[in-house]
């Protein structure tokens, strides 16, 4: 969530190492297609059988979330590697992070069971939709006019 004005860099550092306590750095995230045929969906599930794990949908982009603290950080929330830390940390954007509130996702899969039930329930969906689509169909070709 963005902050309504700029902060110093001590109160960046006072808010990212005390009050938020390292938030983004306890855990990294990983785009992933979007899922389209059975194996994908499967792979899902199979990602989600996992502890730590969750997956969700932002901005119609697919991403797993592996919750596992950076071996960097330091029990006193700091990095360790501060000088030499990747791009990805040192651009991260401090003014419109995560914190205090987490990011509300599209979908958001944090057990195996929540993503098999929407699966579950898309299919059925799917199914219903086409079944429509095919009575519609139908419907068209006899109601044409017969020459
Ligand atoms: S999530 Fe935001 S407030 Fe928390 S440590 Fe990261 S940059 Fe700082
Ligand atoms: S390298 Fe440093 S800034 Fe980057 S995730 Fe690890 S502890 Fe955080």
């Given at each position: ?18 009050e ?24 899902i ?16 982009f ?5 919750r596992?603290?950076?071996k ?17 940390c040192?651009?991260?954007d401090?003014?419109?992070?995560e ?7 599209t979908?958001?899969f ?22 429509q ?15």
């Amino acid at each position: 969530m963005g902050r309504s004005r700029s902060l110093t860099a001590a109160e960046q550092h006072r808010i990212c190492q005390h009050e938020c306590k390292a938030r983004c750095c306890r855990y990294i995230t990983i785009k992933i297609p979007a899922p389209k045929v059975k194996a994908d969906f499967d792979e899902i599930s199979w990602f989600l059988a996992h502890r730590d794990i969750s997956v969700y949908v932002e901005s119609r982009f697919w991403h797993v979330e592996v919750r596992n603290r950076c071996k960097y950080l330091t029990r006193s929330n700091l990095c360790s590697t501060y000088e030499n830390r990747p791009d990805v940390c040192r651009n991260y954007d401090v003014e419109a992070c995560e914190y205090p509130a987490r990011p509300k996702h599209t979908l958001q899969f944090d057990t195996k069971e929540d993503f098999d039930a929407w699966w579950a329930r898309k299919r059925e969906r799917e199914r219903r939709r086409r079944k429509q689509r095919r009575l519609a169909a139908k419907k068209r070709s006899s109601s044409a006019p017969k020459r």
